[in-house]
């Protein structure tokens, strides 16, 4: 059943039938576009009908980034620029496997690329656009704060949460002030 194609999927799953796909490769052809892309922008299906039968179909999970907790530390782990041409969000790291949250995980090439940036065994999980465009937002951006929160552990040689370090700065913690002011600082806006 992995050999199939999208649009096969899509027929056998009763979502669209056989002279769609047809128009929809059609439409596709000379574009670049990957077929799930032309099906979404010509509205021969929405998103979530595309989710359920790759969820279906394939057994990709589907994952929730809206109520997903991504720790900063996983934009360390996805470099931004691919995170961002691949439209790939790091969740987390289980068992020693990368859990991926893609808007196409049919995407070889771009599962391939985080397999060799991130050196783990990936898994890849389907979530919606909108939401992985959320989750890029609020993980690069705050990418400063969690490469200076790293820092300061290494400094002080401990694995510290950001509540601790609060703690710290509240108490005066003069030996954590520099570590601190970085965090500070790549926090604004």
């Known amino acids: 059943m992995k050999n199939k194609r999208l649009g096969e999927m899509l027929v056998d799953a009763g979502v669209l039938?056989?002279?769609q796909v047809e128009q929809a490769v059609a439409l596709q052809k000379g574009t670049g576009k990957r077929l799930g892309t032309v099906l979404l922008e010509n509205h021969f299906i929405n998103e979530t009908q595309l989710i359920e039968v790759l969820r279906l179909q394939l057994g990709i999970d589907f994952i929730d980034l809206n109520k997903a907790k991504i720790d900063p530390?996983?934009?360390?782990?996805?470099p931004k620029n691919i995170a961002v041409k691949?439209?790939?969000v790091p969740v987390r790291v289980e068992n020693g496997n990368l859990i991926l949250a893609m808007e196409d995980p049919l995407?070889?090439?771009a599962l391939e690329m985080v397999k060799q940036v991130s050196k783990?065994?990936?898994t890849p999980y389907i979530?919606?656009?909108d939401a992985i465009e959320r989750?890029?937002?609020v993980l690069y951006e705050n990418e400063g704060a969690s490469i200076a929160i790293e820092q300061m552990k290494e400094e002080r040689g401990i694995s510290s949460t950001v509540e601790e370090l609060a703690e710290r700065t509240k108490n005066n913690d003069a030996s954590s002030a520099a570590p601190t002011v970085k965090l500070v600082n790549s926090i604004r806006v």
């Open 17 to 19: 039938s056989e002279a």
């Open 73 to 78: 530390y996983m934009a360390t782990v996805v």
């Open 86 to 88: 691949y439209r790939v």
């Open 107 to 109: 995407n070889f090439g």
């Open 120 to 122: 783990s065994k990936v």
């Open 127 to 129: 979530a919606y656009s």
């Open 135 to 137: 989750a890029l937002s």
